[in-house]
């Protein structure tokens, strides 16, 4: 090398150890775009080092009489990389003049540059471009980029696209494409797009009737419930879910799923009836859906036979158990007491919460048992906290939460302070505070000091 030796930074200096003199090489380092006048970023869209991030700069400016050299700069042979550059560039400058070139994109072979231009469509809010939009809709094989081309098209004329999309969902005989309309209608505000989403539950094409199924089980709209129920005991298994797991959420009374308004008293019925009706389904999905509903429905219609469904029940035996809890009614006592003693642990599990939620005395000493002694450490933790919850029998719980204090798990432990906590007492208390000077564990006998407080 030599003290003119000048290299910018970025070149790749192949350098082999002992033979290569660097001593007076000069490194200069090159401007940043940001440094660049608007003269230089415009004439660096026909360089391909440069072309993306002399596009980017001159968004990040505003420069909005770049727009058509950009527009020049799209027609030519260009990678997919710049193409998408170029196509964002005018997405953030918005300018009208972009409109033409970026419906051009839209049949663009790279679905990245597609999606950009629907995108950049949408920004620039051209109502002329909403045929273009549902055109190239109609075409799109990638779901994610009809669902951007589909959405611009609302986005540029909100008004007349609800026309377009019922058109589309009336007559339309692509599937794929009404699916991602009702998509779109999802997120979708105003009675219109409400109203077309009801009228998709009944569309023909399974994948477009559960789409709309999962727009309307969080809009507390009764008008979705006949066609709801038809769902119900439609062909294919997976509406039927849909359908089922609807009701688990619209309408629902019980507290755990309670965050809309109620269905009315008649049609509560209905949809109990018709739920209860679907409790022998050959499709165990199906039929765990419909329990869920049914206890989310929180009907006292149900308990019967969601207590039959437990003795037939193989596989969701701790799902009845579950939605009986959640209807807290006293004549699913005996079926949920019984179920403390279910061989499956995630059946007796929920059995000792549902006891709880029904508040029966009935349950204590199965519960007392299940705390000291079943086998599987989660299930002795729920029993812990249902003694808690029910409040009853405060010396045979406090008896029991003596030999929980004993065992050596920390969770089982703390979970006995909680419950004696609840039950009170002054047995309660006095294992309190002799917790609270010898257990073990520092996080115990601080909760036991919390806990007396």
Known sequence: ??????????????????????????????PSVCDWSEERLRGALADADRRAEAAAELARRGVRTAVPTLV???????????????????????????????????????????????TALATVGDPEALDALLGAAKAEDDETTRYAMIRAARDVDPTT??????????????????????????????ERARGLVLEALDDSDPSVAREAIAAVRWADDERAVPALLRRLN?????????????????????????????????????????????????????????????????????VGPLCDAYDEESELRWNVVAALGRIRDPRAIPTVVAALDDDDPS???????????????????????????????DVRREAIDALGRLGENPARVAETMASVLEDDRTALRRAAVTAL???GGSEARRLLRETAENDPHEAVREHARSTLE
């Open 1 to 30: 090398g030599t003290a003119a030796g000048r290299a910018a930074v970025g070149d790749r200096l192949a350098v082999r150890a002992g033979r290569t003199e660097l001593r007076g090489l000069d490194v200069v380092a090159e």
């Open 72 to 118: 020049e700069t799209l027609e030519g042979d260009r990678s997919a990389p710049d193409r998408r550059a170029v196509v964002r560039a005018l997405d953030v400058l918005a300018d009208p003049r972009g409109v033409d070139a970026l419906v051009s994109r839209l049949a663009d072979d790279d679905d990245a540059v597609r999606r950009a231009a629907a």
């Open 161 to 190: 696209a609800m026309d377009r999309f019922a058109h589309l969902l009336r007559t339309g005989d692509d599937p794929a494409v009404r699916e991602t309309v009702v998509r779109v209608l999802r997120v979708t505000n105003g």
């Open 234 to 302: 439609d062909d294919d298994a997976l509406v039927r879910q849909e359908a089922a797991g609807a009701f688990a959420e619209l309408g629902a009374r019980a507290d755990e799923f309670r965050d809309g308004e109620e269905l009315s008293d008649s049609t509560r019925e209905r949809v109990v009836g018709a739920l209860i009706d679907r409790l022998d389904d050959p499709v165990a999905a199906v039929r765990s859906w419909v329990i869920e509903a049914l206890g989310a429905q929180s009907h006292p219609r149900a």
């Open 347 to 377: 059946v007796r599990r929920r059995a000792c919460r549902a006891s709880a939620q029904l508040g029966t005395a009935a349950a204590v000493s199965p519960l007392c048992d299940r705390a000291t002694s079943d086998p599987n450490a």
């Open 421 to 423: 906590g609840r039950v």
